[in-house]
């Protein structure tokens, strides 16, 4: 919605027809999630590897605050990392943080 007055710029510039704005994340991508066990090790110890597995198996979920819950373990938010991944990379395009 705050990108829609913007729209045309971005399309010419872009040079491309169409722009699509959408927040309908899960038909263009998906969040992949990696604990760091650097960070979180040293305070969760080995509820650490607990909480890679439960990651890897999509059995994690992040907290409206901000925080991980994985298997036995919270995650603080710099205790894991999330990025969108394009389902269709060629067309797809996520703005950073604050865009």
Same mark, same amino acid.
Not at 46 to 71: H, M, P, S, Y
Not at 88 to 95: G, K, M
């Given at each position: 919605?705050?990108?829609?007055?913007?729209?045309?710029?971005?399309?010419?510039?872009?040079?491309?027809?169409?722009?699509?704005?959408?927040?309908?994340?899960?038909?263009?991508?998906?969040?992949?999630?990696?604990?760091?066990?650097?960070?979180?090790?040293?305070?969760?110890?080995?509820?650490?590897? *607990?909480?890679?597995?439960?990651?890897? *198996?999509?059995?994690?979920?992040?907290?409206?605050?901000?925080?991980?819950?994985?298997?036995?373990?919270?995650?603080? =938010?710099?205790?894991?990392?999330?990025?969108?991944?394009?389902?269709?990379?060629?067309?797809? =395009? =996520?703005?950073?943080?604050?865009?």
């Amino acid at each position: 919605a705050r990108l829609e007055p913007y729209r045309e710029l971005i399309a010419d510039e872009l040079n491309v027809k169409a722009v699509e704005l959408t927040d309908d994340i899960a038909s263009h991508g998906r969040f992949e999630l990696t604990v760091n066990a650097r960070v979180a090790g040293p305070r969760i110890g080995k509820d650490v590897q *607990a909480a890679i597995k439960a990651v890897k *198996a999509g059995e994690a979920v992040v907290n409206a605050d901000g925080t991980l819950t994985a298997g036995p373990a919270v995650l603080l =938010a710099e205790e894991y990392s999330s990025r969108l991944v394009a389902a269709d990379p060629e067309f797809t =395009a =996520a703005l950073p943080d604050g865009a």
